[in-house]
Protein backbone atom coordinates (compact mmCIF):
# COMPACT_ATOMS: atom_id res chain seq x y z
CA UNK A 1 0.00 0.00 0.00
CA UNK A 2 3.08 2.46 0.97
CA UNK A 3 4.66 1.61 -2.30
CA UNK A 4 1.29 2.14 -4.13
CA UNK A 5 0.86 5.67 -2.58
CA UNK A 6 4.37 6.74 -3.25
CA UNK A 7 4.26 5.84 -6.79
CA UNK A 8 1.23 7.78 -7.23
CA UNK A 9 2.95 10.75 -5.70
CA UNK A 10 5.86 10.47 -8.20
CA UNK A 11 3.37 10.18 -11.00
CA UNK A 12 2.09 13.62 -9.70
CA UNK A 13 5.36 15.23 -9.43
CA UNK A 14 6.79 14.41 -12.44
CA UNK A 15 6.30 17.20 -15.35
CA UNK A 16 4.46 16.31 -18.42
CA UNK A 17 6.16 16.78 -21.95
CA UNK A 18 3.50 18.60 -24.21
CA UNK A 19 2.70 15.66 -27.24
CA UNK A 20 3.34 18.38 -30.05
CA UNK A 21 6.08 21.16 -29.27
CA UNK A 22 6.93 23.95 -31.47
CA UNK A 23 10.76 23.79 -32.83
CA UNK A 24 12.82 26.65 -32.79
CA UNK A 25 12.98 26.28 -36.68
CA UNK A 26 9.75 26.45 -37.21
CA UNK A 27 9.40 29.86 -35.45
CA UNK A 28 12.20 31.22 -37.18
CA UNK A 29 10.94 30.23 -40.71
CA UNK A 30 7.58 31.38 -39.54
CA UNK A 31 8.81 34.86 -38.99
CA UNK A 32 10.99 34.64 -42.38
CA UNK A 33 7.86 34.31 -43.85
CA UNK A 34 6.61 37.44 -44.18
CA UNK A 35 8.56 40.05 -45.91
CA UNK A 36 9.36 43.30 -44.32
CA UNK A 37 7.60 45.35 -46.74
CA UNK A 38 4.47 44.11 -45.50
CA UNK A 39 5.42 45.33 -41.87
CA UNK A 40 5.53 48.84 -43.45
CA UNK A 41 2.21 50.50 -44.06
CA UNK A 42 1.32 52.00 -46.64
CA UNK A 43 2.82 55.98 -46.96
CA UNK A 44 -0.32 57.60 -48.16
CA UNK A 45 -2.27 56.74 -44.71
CA UNK A 46 0.93 57.84 -42.08
CA UNK A 47 0.20 61.41 -41.63
CA UNK A 48 3.41 63.47 -39.99
CA UNK A 49 2.68 65.52 -37.24
CA UNK A 50 2.48 69.33 -39.44
CA UNK A 51 -0.27 67.46 -41.63
CA UNK A 52 -2.40 66.41 -38.38
CA UNK A 53 -5.84 68.71 -39.22
CA UNK A 54 -8.66 66.82 -37.73
CA UNK A 55 -9.61 63.61 -35.36
CA UNK A 56 -9.60 61.73 -38.14
CA UNK A 57 -6.68 62.20 -39.35
CA UNK A 58 -5.35 60.60 -35.93
CA UNK A 59 -6.56 56.84 -36.87
CA UNK A 60 -4.20 54.76 -37.67
CA UNK A 61 -4.08 52.69 -41.01
CA UNK A 62 -3.42 49.52 -38.91
CA UNK A 63 -1.15 46.50 -39.50
CA UNK A 64 -1.23 44.07 -41.96
CA UNK A 65 -2.80 40.61 -41.64
CA UNK A 66 -1.12 38.46 -39.28
CA UNK A 67 1.52 41.05 -37.72
CA UNK A 68 1.72 42.10 -34.44
CA UNK A 69 1.31 45.76 -35.08
CA UNK A 70 3.56 48.49 -33.42
CA UNK A 71 2.50 51.87 -31.50
CA UNK A 72 2.48 53.72 -34.52
CA UNK A 73 0.32 51.59 -36.61
CA UNK A 74 -2.23 50.66 -33.56
CA UNK A 75 -2.23 54.21 -31.45
CA UNK A 76 -5.10 56.93 -31.91
CA UNK A 77 -6.53 59.77 -30.54
CA UNK A 78 -4.07 61.96 -28.20
CA UNK A 79 -1.42 58.97 -27.79
CA UNK A 80 -0.84 59.14 -31.89
CA UNK A 81 -0.56 62.84 -31.80
CA UNK A 82 1.81 62.11 -28.79
CA UNK A 83 4.04 59.62 -30.79
CA UNK A 84 4.14 61.77 -34.08
CA UNK A 85 5.36 64.91 -32.15
CA UNK A 86 8.40 62.63 -30.18
CA UNK A 87 9.14 61.73 -33.63
CA UNK A 88 9.63 65.18 -34.95
CA UNK A 89 11.21 66.60 -31.39
CA UNK A 90 7.95 68.33 -30.52
CA UNK A 91 6.70 68.02 -26.53
CA UNK A 92 2.87 67.75 -27.20
CA UNK A 93 2.19 67.47 -23.75
CA UNK A 94 5.31 70.22 -21.88
CA UNK A 95 6.38 67.38 -19.71
CA UNK A 96 9.46 69.02 -18.55
CA UNK A 97 9.67 69.68 -14.79
CA UNK A 98 9.15 72.72 -12.73
CA UNK A 99 11.08 75.49 -11.46
CA UNK A 100 12.35 74.02 -8.52
CA UNK A 101 15.19 76.74 -8.45
CA UNK A 102 13.04 78.53 -6.29
CA UNK A 103 10.29 78.64 -3.67
CA UNK A 104 6.61 80.11 -4.88
CA UNK A 105 5.40 82.73 -3.24
CA UNK A 106 1.24 84.29 -3.04
CA UNK A 107 2.97 87.39 -4.92
CA UNK A 108 5.19 85.28 -7.79
CA UNK A 109 3.55 81.39 -7.43
CA UNK A 110 5.12 78.66 -9.35
CA UNK A 111 3.12 78.36 -12.64
CA UNK A 112 1.80 75.00 -13.39
CA UNK A 113 -0.51 74.65 -16.77
CA UNK A 114 -3.50 72.18 -17.22
CA UNK A 115 -5.72 71.14 -19.27
CA UNK A 116 -8.18 70.10 -17.42
CA UNK A 117 -10.07 71.18 -14.66
CA UNK A 118 -8.09 69.31 -12.05
CA UNK A 119 -4.39 69.17 -11.25
CA UNK A 120 -2.22 67.21 -9.26
CA UNK A 121 0.99 68.76 -8.06
CA UNK A 122 4.11 67.18 -6.30
CA UNK A 123 6.00 69.56 -4.19
CA UNK A 124 9.80 67.83 -3.12
CA UNK A 125 10.27 71.61 -1.37
CA UNK A 126 12.84 74.29 -2.40
CA UNK A 127 15.45 73.79 -2.83
CA UNK A 128 14.75 70.43 -4.83
CA UNK A 129 14.16 67.07 -2.69
CA UNK A 130 14.44 68.83 0.63
CA UNK A 131 11.44 66.89 2.18
CA UNK A 132 8.90 63.98 1.04
CA UNK A 133 6.62 64.47 -1.96
CA UNK A 134 3.39 65.82 -0.96
CA UNK A 135 0.88 65.97 -3.48
CA UNK A 136 -1.18 68.78 -3.93
CA UNK A 137 -4.29 69.49 -5.44
CA UNK A 138 -5.34 72.57 -7.61
CA UNK A 139 -8.77 73.33 -9.94
CA UNK A 140 -10.22 75.47 -11.61
CA UNK A 141 -12.09 76.61 -9.19
CA UNK A 142 -9.29 77.21 -6.27
CA UNK A 143 -6.37 77.08 -8.65
CA UNK A 144 -3.77 78.55 -5.78
CA UNK A 145 -2.45 76.12 -2.90
CA UNK A 146 0.35 76.17 -0.78
CA UNK A 147 2.26 73.26 0.05
CA UNK A 148 1.80 72.88 3.80
CA UNK A 149 5.74 71.55 4.73
CA UNK A 150 7.75 74.22 3.07
CA UNK A 151 5.15 77.22 2.39
CA UNK A 152 5.63 76.61 -1.72
CA UNK A 153 3.07 78.57 -3.61
CA UNK A 154 1.52 76.52 -6.49
CA UNK A 155 -0.94 77.93 -9.39
CA UNK A 156 -2.65 76.24 -12.15
CA UNK A 157 -3.40 78.37 -15.05
CA UNK A 158 -6.05 76.81 -17.18
CA UNK A 159 -4.82 76.50 -20.98
CA UNK A 160 -7.77 73.93 -22.24
CA UNK A 161 -11.09 74.61 -23.92
CA UNK A 162 -13.34 77.30 -22.46
CA UNK A 163 -15.91 75.45 -23.69
CA UNK A 164 -15.39 72.01 -22.85
CA UNK A 165 -17.71 69.55 -24.24
CA UNK A 166 -17.92 67.60 -20.99
CA UNK A 167 -18.43 70.42 -18.79
CA UNK A 168 -22.04 70.17 -17.76
CA UNK A 169 -23.66 70.22 -14.89
CA UNK A 170 -25.48 67.43 -13.22
CA UNK A 171 -29.02 67.56 -11.57
CA UNK A 172 -28.81 64.44 -9.31
CA UNK A 173 -25.19 66.02 -7.90
CA UNK A 174 -23.29 63.93 -9.46
CA UNK A 175 -19.53 65.20 -9.84
CA UNK A 176 -21.08 67.91 -7.65
CA UNK A 177 -18.69 67.36 -4.25
CA UNK A 178 -18.14 69.92 -1.59
CA UNK A 179 -14.55 71.25 -1.00
CA UNK A 180 -13.64 69.93 2.34
CA UNK A 181 -13.55 72.33 5.49
CA UNK A 182 -10.20 73.49 7.04
CA UNK A 183 -9.69 75.26 9.93
CA UNK A 184 -8.91 78.42 7.92
CA UNK A 185 -12.63 78.50 6.55
CA UNK A 186 -13.81 79.06 10.88
CA UNK A 187 -11.26 81.78 11.54
CA UNK A 188 -10.53 84.11 8.80
CA UNK A 189 -10.99 83.78 4.79
CA UNK A 190 -7.31 85.20 3.93
CA UNK A 191 -5.95 81.91 5.57
CA UNK A 192 -7.03 79.83 2.96
CA UNK A 193 -3.56 80.30 1.21
Not at 12 to 25: D, E, H, Y
Not at 145 to 157: A, H, L
Not at 173 to 193: I, L, Q, S
Request: proline share 7%; charged share 25%.
Amino acid sequence: MFLQRSAVALARRTAVKPALARGFTTSLVRRNAMPDDARVADNKQLKKFDEVKTETDLLPPGAPSGVVPTDLEQATGLERLEILGKMQSVDIFDMKPLDASRKGSLEKPIVVKSFGDEQYIGCTGAPADSHVTIWLTTSRSRPIERCPECGSVYKMQYVGPQDAAHDHHHEDGAHNHEEPKTFADFVRPEYTY
